[in-house]
C-alpha cells in the first residue's frame, strides 16, 4: 500500500512540474477555423486535405516566431488527423494579431452521418521569445457544415 502511494505521489509531483513548464511564457492565443470545407468533403472514406486559418495573438510588446504546430485529432469525428508537424518560421510582431494559412492530411470516415460529426482538435504551438522558448497548447472544437 505504501509503495503504491509513493508511486502516485511521485506521478502527481512530475504531472504538476511539467504542466507548470507549459504554462510558461507570454500569454499567446491561439485559433484554428476550417477553411473551404462543406460535410460534403467528408462523405467518402479516404484521404483528404484539410486548410485551417491559424490566428496567433501576441499581447506582449516583444515580437515572437512561431517555430512550428502540431495538430492531432481527439477521439472520434468527420475525419481523423494522426499527429502532424507543419514547421512555420514566421513572426509574429508585438501586440498585434497574425493569421496564416496551414495545410494538412487528414483521413474521412465516410459516411452521410459521419460527415455531420464535430471535430476535437489538440494544437500545440512552439514559440521563441527574447524571453527563451515556449509552448501554447489549444484546443477547437470544430462542426463540418
Known sequence: MK?????????LLVSCSSS????????VAIHLVPLNTSSDVYYFSGPINIQYQLTV???????????????QTIGSGAYVIRNTSSPMNVTIPPNST???????????????MRSTEPVT?????????????????????????
Open 98 to 112: 497574425s493569421t496564416f494559412t496551414i495545410s494538412v492530411w487528414g483521413y474521412s470516415r465516410g459516411g452521410s
Open 3 to 11: 509503495k503504491a502511494l509513493s508511486v502516485l505521489a511521485l506521478f
Open 121 to 145: 482538435i489538440r494544437g500545440i504551438g512552439y514559440f521563441d521569445a527574447p524571453s527563451g522558448p515556449f509552448i501554447r497548447m489549444f484546443t477547437e472544437n470544430i462542426s463540418p457544415m
Open 20 to 27: 507548470q513548464k507549459s504554462s510558461s511564457g507570454p500569454n
Open 57 to 71: 495573438a501576441n499581447p506582449t510588446n516583444q515580437p515572437i516566431k512561431l517555430s512550428r504546430v502540431e495538430l
